[in-house]
């Protein structure tokens, strides 16, 4: 089975650390959109600048440039049995886009309190010192999450994609909570 796997939730739901795992278990690759933007953002040109700048404020990226760097990365041949896909897409216009070439196989959310969330993010960026973990762009992306993403997780909810597991407890607790999914209810 081809998996196509997306992962969602607010950020510091554990989205990352559990795409590892996952990719692990099943075998096939894992990446963020977050991060191909980091890498498309680490470049001299001024494309990269602005990547940087949009980052670094919290807002999104722009759809058409996310649009090209994932599909250059979904055309690279180890994608060719599956992926798994975390932090796309984040609005209406992400999906359709992604609507027009294929379907997941299964939205996996990771649904934390607002206060772990935050929580979280604190912790991970005295390890990280991510530029973007300011307290303004944290607020900024949690506000795109709540007005954007969570709306369009419905179009994925009505087609029956959705997986909702619970975020909270050890990287452990919350691995043997999507892995059960994914091998019951319907399976990835
Ligand atoms: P993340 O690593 O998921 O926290 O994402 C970091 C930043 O990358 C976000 O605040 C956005 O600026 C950008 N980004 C990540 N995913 C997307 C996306 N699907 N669409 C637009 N921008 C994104």
Same mark, same amino acid.
């Given at each position: 089975?081809?998996?196509?796997?997306?992962?969602?939730?607010?950020?510091?739901?554990?989205?990352?650390?559990?795409?590892?795992?996952?990719?692990?278990?099943?075998?096939?690759?894992?990446?963020?959109?977050?991060?191909?933007?980091?890498?498309?953002?680490?470049?001299?040109?001024?494309?990269?600048?602005?990547?940087?700048?949009?980052?670094?404020?919290?807002?999104?990226?722009?759809?058409?440039?996310?649009?090209?760097?994932?599909?250059?990365?979904?055309?690279?041949?180890?994608?060719?049995?599956?992926?798994?896909?975390?932090?796309?897409?984040?609005?209406?216009?992400?999906?359709?886009?992604?609507?027009?070439?294929?379907?997941?196989?299964?939205?996996?959310?990771?649904?934390?309190?607002?206060?772990?969330?935050?929580?979280?993010? %604190?912790? *991970?960026? +005295?390890? /990280?010192?991510?530029?973007? =973990? $300011?307290?303004? %762009?944290? *607020?900024? +992306?949690? /506000?795109?999450?709540?007005? =954007? $993403?969570?709306?369009?997780?419905?179009?994925?909810?009505?087609?029956?994609?959705?997986?909702?597991?619970?975020?909270?407890?050890?990287?452990?607790?919350?691995?043997?909570?999507?892995?059960?999914?994914?091998?019951?209810?319907?399976?990835?």
């Amino acid at each position: 089975m081809m998996h196509r796997i997306f992962l969602l939730g607010p950020q510091g739901c554990g989205k990352g650390t559990q795409a590892v795992i996952l990719s692990e278990r099943l075998g096939i690759p894992q990446f963020s959109m977050g991060g191909l933007l980091r890498e498309a953002a680490a470049g001299t040109d001024e494309l990269a600048g602005r990547i940087r700048a949009i980052q670094e404020s919290g807002e999104l990226v722009p759809g058409t440039v996310v649009a090209e760097v994932l599909r250059a990365r979904l055309d690279k041949p180890d994608c060719a049995d599956g992926y798994i896909l975390d932090g796309f897409p984040r609005n209406q216009d992400q999906y359709d886009s992604y609507a027009k070439h294929d379907r997941p196989t299964a939205v996996i959310v990771i649904e934390v309190p607002r206060d772990v969330s935050i929580e979280r993010i %604190a912790q *991970r960026s +005295r390890i /990280e010192h991510r530029t973007d =973990d $300011t307290p303004d %762009a944290i *607020r900024r +992306r949690l /506000e795109i999450y709540d007005q =954007d $993403t969570e709306p369009m997780i419905n179009n994925y909810r009505a087609q029956g994609l959705v997986r909702e597991v619970d975020g909270v407890g050890t990287v452990e607790e919350v691995s043997d909570r999507i892995l059960g999914m994914c091998t019951i209810q319907g399976g990835c």
